[in-house]
């Protein structure tokens, strides 16, 4: 008896040829892209020194407090700025068929926000697995960060085929 191998099936996210990229993603699926950036921007808002907000905006002078009040005076309003900005892209192109290159570059800036927050707010290791989750609505978390981590790779490789 031979064993088949499973088919291939094609990206998710593919580059068409006029340059722009085809998004296959469910209705579900688009949705929740949609209502994900307004969570986080909500979060940045409402909860600025949400410690689960480190990984987005890391310390640049971890051992010089007087450079790195003036870094944050000078870039922190400029970082989440830009961080909100690449939210709502994402959240206004979520229903989209198609992406040009440049919303699909900051779909992959978005999601990867998405994903630190959540792997920063989980406490992920390489090696964590859902087991490692009592609480349920950590393992949803959980799914969640591996589904995003799927469609941010989809779109890294779309993007890096494109070059």
Known sequence: MSRKDPPELEPRVRRLSDGSFVVDLSENERS??????AQLSTILE????????????????????DREEEWRLLMSVDLHDR???QLQVLADTAGSASLSADELLTWSQALNDLRLYLGT????????????????DDRDLYSLYGWLSFVQGEVVDALSEAL
């Open 46 to 65: 409402d909860e600025a020194d949400d410690p689960w907000l480190q990984r987005l905006f890391p310390t640049a002078y971890p051992k010089d407090a």
């Open 32 to 37: 929740l892209l949609a209502s994900l950036p």
């Open 121 to 136: 707010r989980l406490d992920l290791i390489e090696e964590t697995t859902e087991e490692d989750f009592e609480d349920e």
């Open 83 to 85: 961080r909100r900005a």
